[in-house]
DNA sequence: TCGCTATTGTTATAGAATAACATTTATTGT
DNA sequence: ACAATAAATGTTATTCTATAACAATAGCGA
């Protein structure tokens, strides 16, 4: 198997690529330390290489961090362009995750923020529910 | 120094209740590990003697978690009523935390979820940002 | 080529959370 | 009051998540 990134993605370094491919490839998120167990047999083996690649995976944009579930998934858009705010629907039953979209959200939330004197730089917002799929299946 | 706890707040046992007071009088929020240092004093010895408390006063309400920060927080409003959906706005200045409230925002995060057939249960939301006191310093 | 910067490799350690088990304290029903 | 039950506690060990510190290497521009 040969590691073929996203055609939108920079170039990626071998490491970064290679956890890059493996959430890219996952059917939902991965923690750190399951991206490290599926990649040692590509010479990763330490948790710090694992760590370093997603840093940068995130700082690129390529890669978003599920603070409620210590995991991390690839960006499901394309280009994901407003980076600082965005809406993940996780879940409950089969842990899958969806990344939704909303351009009233931000402002929204900035102009909350704001009442309160806060300026809001960024913001993590991760749902929990169930989704579609498993809902018609209960 | 006697325990008092918050008049709303149910009965609490001991631990509970040096758990929240450790919490209440806090400056902002406090990791578990944070809060059993400050508590070695106290009988407290291992994790899970905070653990357990946080557990309770989490399910009663009475102390959030802030999944970016792996910490914890006394819940701000007297009653916290709609305890599924708020939003915290974190200072990256002064680590301080405020609870802020938006009727509107439960409902307009459901209805957003809906448009992809997930059906939310709770919302996780927590803002970066810099608050007043901290803008009105730099 | 030299010097800089980013990336890598490795070991050790810190920080966060839970498992498993024994004991003790509260609560409840009769 | 008293047994039965449930909740909370105490303790040790372990798992999971993340970073520190240091040495080596690869890529790139002046």
Redesign the interface.
């Known amino acids: 198997m040969t590691t073929q990134h996203n055609p939108a993605s920079p170039e990626l370094t071998k490491n970064q690529g290679l956890v890059y491919d493996a959430l890219s490839s996952a059917k939902g998120p991965l923690s750190a330390y399951a991206i490290l167990d599926g990649l040692r047999d590509h010479g990763i083996r330490a948790p710090l290489q694992v760590y370093r690649a997603l840093d940068k995976l995130l700082e690129l944009g390529l890669v978003h961090r599920l ?2 579930l210590n995991s991390f998934v690839a960006c499901q858009h394309p280009e994901c362009e407003s980076r600082d705010t965005m ?1 993940f ?1 996780i ?2 039953k089969c842990e899958k995750v ?1 990344e ?1 979209a ?1 351009d009233r ?1 931000e402002a ?2 900035k102009s ?2 704001l ?18 799929e498993c ?1 018609s299946v209960s």
Chains 1, 2 share one sequence.
């Open positions: 603070e409620s809406v629907a879940c409950m969806s939704l909303d959200l929204q939330l909350l923020a009442k309160d004197g806060f300026s809001m730089n960024a913001a993590t917002i991760e749902l929990r529910g169930v989704c579609k809902a």
